[in-house]
């Protein structure tokens, strides 16, 4: 005999670069149970773990606005610039984003390439 519960199955949220995998309770723009806030992109959203209020959330992740791909807000794996992007797409069309975020890219790079060394 099967187990029925009234809960909807648990949607989860997966980055398709770094794999990063947590369940999600809101996808959208307006996370539930908060007054004013509108975010500036479609968001996987959770409630934060972390506190005892319900108006605090976590933003997960998003879609990639070139390619649609699932990503975290990771700096590692995507970037915010007017709208979201992966990594992938950023590196690829690279000279199309300003002068200032592409200095930001280069110095993190650079930065990162020190500290293995």
Same mark, same amino acid.
């Given at each position: 005999?099967?187990?029925?519960?009234?809960?909807?199955?648990?949607?989860?949220?997966?980055?398709?670069?770094?794999?990063?995998? =947590?369940?999600? @309770?809101?996808?959208?723009?307006? /996370?539930?149970?908060?007054?004013?806030? #509108? &975010?500036?992109?479609? =968001?996987?959203? @959770?409630?934060?773990?972390?506190? /005892?209020?319900?108006?605090?959330?976590? #933003? &997960?992740?998003?879609?990639?606005?070139?390619?649609?791909?699932?990503?975290?807000?990771?700096?590692?794996?995507?970037?915010?610039?007017?709208?979201?992007?992966?990594?992938?797409?950023?590196?690829?069309?690279?000279?199309?984003?300003?002068?200032?975020?592409?200095?930001?890219?280069?110095?993190?790079?650079?930065?990162?390439?020190?500290?293995?060394?």
């Amino acid at each position: 005999m099967e187990h029925t519960t009234s809960e909807p199955p648990q949607k989860t949220f997966t980055c398709q670069l770094c794999g990063l995998s =947590s369940p999600f @309770t809101y996808y959208g723009q307006k /996370p539930p149970n908060t007054r004013a806030i #509108v &975010l500036l992109e479609e =968001s996987f959203v @959770t409630r934060d773990p972390f506190s /005892p209020d319900k108006e605090k959330f976590l #933003v &997960l992740g998003c879609n990639c606005s070139m390619c649609s791909m699932c990503v975290c807000v990771g700096s590692d794996c995507s970037i915010f610039y007017t709208k979201r992007f992966c990594m992938q797409c950023v590196n690829k069309y690279l000279d199309q984003f300003p002068r200032q975020i592409q200095a930001e890219l280069a110095k993190k790079k650079q930065n990162s390439k020190a500290a293995v060394s």
